[in-house]
């Protein structure tokens, strides 16, 4: 059943499964999924698929972030898993469930308010989509991208860096975009820094992301066989973003998902100095500044 519910920030304390990759959770960000038409006549659907590995009914809320604007509220698809059922939403944003035409994000969780959740792991399940469109040079066919869904502890905060590698953006064969969706109550600006096959920074690009929201965009930066690094540059102590990049084959349409790996491992030479001016100009504002890691000081340090 489809309904506009409102987005409960508390929902993380009570579902998210602490910092551990690789598993079942019962709290899923989707970063992005589409029902829109795109470059050189495609046209882009997500399929979402979401598996229940208990023995009894789980009951899931699904929540459309569109893209661009605040979501205070969103509108939501009322599932119920079977035992180990597998329910599929075919073409989740278009007309038969959401009836959205265009982008966004999915907020993927276990219905807390219609089942008990204080076991461990009583409420995780799998949620995972595919974004594709039918092939348009051949009348049959079709091609896309796996977009798995990434559990809570996957997401970005302000003690981690996400990573990405494989970026082409030359602008003739390969072109890449970026996006980054957001499960924070509060605008976030999430940079990203451009990096070539070296390691050099050649560039650092801002997402302004809304509240709830999700953005997409081509890659600025032209760079063949690079990385980006996405990293917090402002928003609330308790932001959470999911970014991403993709890879497309200007030929022939053929999309690469490229989902970020964060990770506390690392820096950031922009985000060093993003937080070498906050420390300078605003001693005080301890709720907006970065944690600082010991890697973070000693470069600090180099620089004074």
Known sequence: MKRQSMLIAALLVGLAPGLVMAQLAAA??????AHTTGVHHTFWSTDVNLHNPHEYDLPVVVQLLPSGQENWTAPALDVTLGPWETVNLWDVLGPDLFAWNGTGALLVYADADAT???????????????????DPLRSSGEFGQAMPGLSVGQGLDWDGYGYAAGIMNDGELFRANAGVA?????????????QDAAGNVVATEEFEVPPYGHIQRRIRTAVAAGS????????????????????????????????????????SVASIQAASVRLRSTPSAAGQRRFLSRTDIRALARKK
Not at 182 to 188: I, L, Y
């Open 228 to 267: 980006v690094v996405f990293y917090l540059a402002s928003g609330p102590d308790d932001a959470l973003v999911f970014p991403y990049a993709t890879v497309v084959d200007q030929r022939t349409g053929d999309p690469t998902y490229l989902p970020t790996v964060v990770s506390r491992v690392g820096v």
């Open 116 to 134: 008990d959740c204080s076991a461990e792991a009583s409420c995780d399940f799998l949620a995972t989509s595919r974004s594709y469109t039918p």
């Open 182 to 194: 957001s499960w924070t109550a509060g605008w976030t600006t999430v940079e990203m820094d451009v």
């Open 28 to 33: 899923w960000m989707i970063p992005a999924a």
